[in-house]
């Protein structure tokens, strides 16, 4: 049985997810880079990318020292849901 494109994805981020945080960093760009277009986009420079490398860079280590606690994304989108709802209740 062939594998499904989905199957493959999964592989492949299991596979991303073993590899040490310089190396994911290093694939998730190259990765970015090819998507995106040849010419510069406005308000894209390469300070700009430099300096999200850094804050991406930095998150992530805060993570993986423990320095922060990562919430699952059904949790945050729970809870944003819960204030969206109480916003609506109680606007203003």
Avoid at 33 to 49: G, H, N, W
């Amino acid at each position: 049985m062939t594998p499904t494109a989905a199957q493959e994805e999964q592989v492949v981020l299991d596979l991303a997810r073993k590899l040490p945080a310089e190396a994911r960093e290093r694939i998730a760009n190259e990765l970015l880079d090819e998507l995106e277009p040849a010419r510069p986009q406005p308000f894209t420079s390469e300070r700009v990318r430099l300096a999200w490398k850094e804050e991406i860079a930095r998150r992530i280590a805060a993570h993986l020292n423990g320095e922060v606690k990562a919430i699952p994304a059904e949790e945050l989108l729970a809870q944003l849901e819960a204030d969206q709802r109480a916003d609506e209740r109680h606007p203003g």
